[in-house]
């Protein structure tokens, strides 16, 4: 038996360092997925892949448009429950959430960034 393999989940999971929001005068704690229930951790990740549904229609109408802040609300205030999101206007909402993912993902953080160009990346 190979006694090298070892599942790291400090590396699948990234550390527990505090990932933290700072706007206007206050700062605010989300939870990492680890500190959340197996149902809220489901209803997130229901949410999310619902919003990327509705983010690629050809045409996004108001009920699609309501939808998505709903969700993005509803996303925020599941790892961020202090967040004042009645006063976040919406362009940040995207911006926290993609800041998140970010930082709870491991491998996006020690790996070296790439630039953000817009083209579809494909395999070479």
């Known amino acids: 038996m190979d006694e090298n393999k070892v599942l790291n989940l400090d590396e699948v999971f990234g550390e527990e360092r505090p990932v933290k929001v700072k706007w206007k005068e206050g700062e605010y704690e ?17 949410m999310r892949r619902e919003v990327m549904r509705l983010q690629v229609l050809d045409e996004v109408s108001e009920k699609d448009a309501g939808t998505i802040e709903t969700l993005f609300n509803a996303m925020l205030k599941l790892i961020g429950p202090d967040l004042p999101l009645d006063d976040i206007p919406y362009v940040m909402k995207p911006t926290i959430l993609a800041f998140y993912f970010e930082q709870i993902d491991e491998k996006k953080r020690t ?14």
Not at 30 to 39: D, G, I, K, W
Request: no cysteine.
């Open 30 to 46: 989300l939870h990492r997925f680890t500190a959340l229930s197996v149902l809220n951790v489901l209803r997130f990740q229901k």
């Open 111 to 124: 790996s070296p960034r790439r630039k953000m160009t817009g083209a579809r990346s494909s395999p070479k």
